[in-house]
Every structure is written in structure tokens, then in C-alpha cells.
């Protein structure tokens, strides 16, 4: 099924995607225009937060299941948003018309998890989840992507060049299993090295262009 109002952002850690969400809502034609992130806000979402920092030690398979059920809540729930910034609630939100933006969406859960995860489970655990009608993903080399974050003051347990360099792989290989299965999905994929101004006016151009508005 394909959420036809919904976006997503997509790529390793430092590709960019934060940024480019933040150019988005500075658009004042993007003015009605809600914007989510996975993990969520919720009280799971927090938690695998929590572990993302390394504070929580859980096993793969363990983490592939908060993250699904995060997700769940983060589309099926009911709507709860502070502004523009929803937390739950995305097939409501869509269906009432709104265009809604997420940081991140099942696509990481297959890159991610699909590594140290028993075959097939993350993709079990996701396959009855509305695809998105567009997804930009943002390609950029690991080694690019880990140089941009450095000065970070704290680091994820992901962010290690070799393991990112299988989540590159893991990404590219999902995103084109689901396009074929799913062809309503448009994946727009972005060379992450280009300027902040570049990207944010293609990103603009893809999304006045796909009858979204």
C-alpha cells in the first residue's frame, strides 16, 4: 500500500538528511507541511534512543522488534503533534490530507537490522507497512558521511565505517526490491556530497513535480 501524502528521507548516519529536512521547513511553500522522524518521541522510540547511544545493551533481533513497534504506533496511531512536528499518527494525518515528512522510515530497519539480524526477520517484521509515494535516498560514501560528524559530542553504536559500508548495501538493496514490488513508489536518489542549496532545490523540484501539492 502506498501512503500517498507521505515523504521520506533516507541514508546513513552523516548523509545529510537532518539538514535537508530543516531547508524543507524553511520553505514557506512547505508552511502546511508535517514533519516526523524514526525512533519517534514515544516512549519506545525513546528507549531506542537510548540504545542508538550504546546506554541500553539488547539483542538484534530484540532491537528489530521495538523498532517495528515503534513504527507501528508511528503510523497507526492516533495523531499527536506539537506544531508541526507529529509524533504519531501518519496514515491519519495523510488521510485527512496533509503532506507529512519523515526522517527515516522502514528502509533503516532493512539496511540496519538486515545485518545481524536472523534472515528475513526485519523484512517480516515490515512488509505490511505503507510504503511511502516518495523516498529520497541520500548516497554518499561512509567514509564522507563519518568525517561530517566527528565533532559530534556523542556517538552511535552504527557509526563505524565497515558496518556502514554493509548498511549502503543493505539500503540500495531494499530500496530496489520494494520499488520493483511497489512501482507507485518514486525513489529519487541524491548525491549527498553536493551543496546544502543544491540538494535542498532538487529535493523542491521532485516534490512540486510528483502531484504531491
Keep these: 500500500m502506498i501512503l500517498s501524502k507521505f515523504i521520506v528521507f533516507e541514508g546513513i548516519d552523516g548523509a545529510g538528511t537532518s539538514t535537508q529536512i530543516e531547508q524543507l521547513k524553511k520553505r514557506p511553500e512547505a508552511e502546511s507541511f508535517l514533519f516526523t522522524a524514526?525512533?519517534?518521541?514515544?516512549?519506545?522510540?525513546?528507549?531506542?534512543?537510548?540504545?542508538?547511544?550504546?546506554?541500553?545493551?539488547?539483542?538484534?533481533?530484540?532491537?528489530?522488534?521495538?523498532?517495528?513497534?515503534?513504527?507501528?504506533?508511528?503510523?497507526?496511531?492516533?495523531?499527536?503533534?506539537?506544531?508541526?512536528?507529529?509524533?504519531?499518527?501518519?496514515?491519519?494525518?495523510?488521510?485527512?490530507?496533509?503532506?507529512?515528512?519523515?526522517?527515516?522510515?522502514?528502509?533503516?530497519?532493512?539496511?540496519?537490522?538486515?545485518?545481524?539480524?536472523?534472515?528475513?526477520?526485519?523484512?517480516?517484521?515490515?512488509?505490511?507497512?505503507?510504503?511511502?509515494?516518495?523516498?529520497?535516498?541520500?548516497?554518499?560514501?561512509?567514509?564522507?558521511?563519518?568525517a561530517r560528524i566527528t565533532g559530534r559530542e556523542t556517538k552511535e553504536i552504527y557509526e563505524e565505517e565497515g558496518f556502514l559500508r554493509q548498511v549502503t548495501e543493505g539500503y540500495k538493496g531494499a530500496i530496489s526490491f520494494l520499488s520493483r514490488k511497489e512501482p507507485e513508489m518514486k525513489v529519487v536518489w541524491l548525491d549527498a556530497t553536493r551543496s546544502v542549496t543544491e540538494l535542498a532545490a532538487e529535493i523542491w523540484k521532485e516534490i512540486s513535480d510528483c502531484g504531491l501539492l
Design 38 to 146: 524514526e525512533p519517534t518521541g514515544g516512549d519506545t522510540g525513546k528507549f531506542l534512543r537510548r540504545m542508538l547511544k550504546g546506554d541500553v545493551k539488547l539483542e538484534p533481533s530484540t532491537a528489530a522488534y521495538l523498532f517495528a513497534a515503534d513504527r507501528n504506533e508511528h503510523i497507526y496511531g492516533r495523531i499527536r503533534s506539537e506544531g508541526r512536528q507529529l509524533e504519531s499518527g501518519i496514515a491519519e494525518a495523510c488521510e485527512s490530507g496533509s503532506i507529512v515528512v519523515s526522517d527515516r522510515y522502514l528502509f533503516s530497519s532493512l539496511a540496519y537490522q538486515g545485518i545481524s539480524c536472523p534472515v528475513g526477520l526485519p523484512h517480516m517484521l515490515n512488509e505490511h507497512f505503507p510504503l511511502p509515494r516518495l523516498l529520497f535516498y541520500f548516497d554518499i560514501d561512509p567514509a564522507s558521511s563519518l
